[in-house]
């Protein structure tokens, strides 16, 4: 029997990473999705939706922020269903806050979503796929990422340093065949409540005025194939009419 082929999105949610788990089965991926229990009725429903179109999917309801069931999760996955070759990490945590009611929780609690829980996970994967000498491991950023917004003090930082991250890991990690690069999403996402809560995005029946998950998903795709001598370790993805 040849060796599974697994790929990891913590933080499968209902737009970018449900797009990039459906994508990666489609191509023949076993697709493992993580979402916090809380959300564990949406979580087992990619599950089913990944079987029904005949993939292989596993669906575990956990804490990114926390490390002892960060590494569980790791050490599961390499033993009950196959090594590792895609990691992403997909995790949002976009609030809006006025400095001044930027309780001290919530500052932490999004650092700890958008930027720790993304070193926990960036760090377990590359402790199995150094050995190995390949593999990938993909950090969803935002517009935040590059700048801060008003209101945005929380979300910039934290997604300024999972950049950071992204960036020191690629340094390390590339001479020893591990493809790390960092996203930049910067627009809309198609999601139901984007079309619920933004109708002006959609301009009659266009929809490329918005970023497409699938599309998105197809650049997550594109950067696991590249071949070392070219590797991309940044990507900006925005609509056509976004300004920028």
């Not at 089965?25 to 697709?31: I, S, V």
């Not at 997909?90 to 919530?106: K, L, Y």
């Amino acid at each position: 029997m040849p060796e599974k082929k697994v790929c990891l999105v913590v933080g499968a949610g209902d737009g970018t990473g449900a797009a990039v788990a459906e994508k990666f089965a489609r191509e023949g991926y076993t697709t493992c999705v993580v979402r916090r229990e809380r959300h564990l009725d949406k979580l087992n429903a990619l599950v089913e939706k990944i079987r029904r179109q005949d993939g292989e999917a596993h669906g575990f309801g956990i804490d990114a922020r926390d490390e002892e069931q960060i590494v569980r999760l790791f050490n599961a996955i390499e033993s009950d269903i196959g090594q590792l070759e895609v990691v992403v990490f997909n995790i949002g945590a976009n609030v809006w806050f006025p400095i001044t009611d930027t309780t001290s929780q919530v500052f932490k609690k999004v650092w700890e979503l958008a930027c720790f829980a993304g070193f926990l996970t960036g760090r377990e994967a590359a402790a199995r796929m150094a050995p190995r000498k390949q593999g990938s491991i993909f950090f969803t950023g935002a517009t935040a990422s590059i700048r801060g917004g008003s209101h945005f003090a929380a979300f910039a930082s934290a997604k300024n340093g999972l950049r950071a991250l992204a960036q020191s890991m690629a340094r390390e990690l590339g001479p020893q065949g591990i493809h790390v690069a960092h996203l930049v999403i910067d627009g809309a996402i198609d999601t139901p409540w984007i079309r619920e809560n933004f109708p002006d995005k959609f301009d009659g029946s266009r929809v490329d005025n918005v970023l497409n998950p699938e599309d998105i998903a197809d650049a997550y795709w594109m950067l696991h194939q590249q071949k070392r001598s070219a590797w991309t370790h940044e990507l900006d993805l925005r609509p056509w009419v976004e300004k920028w």
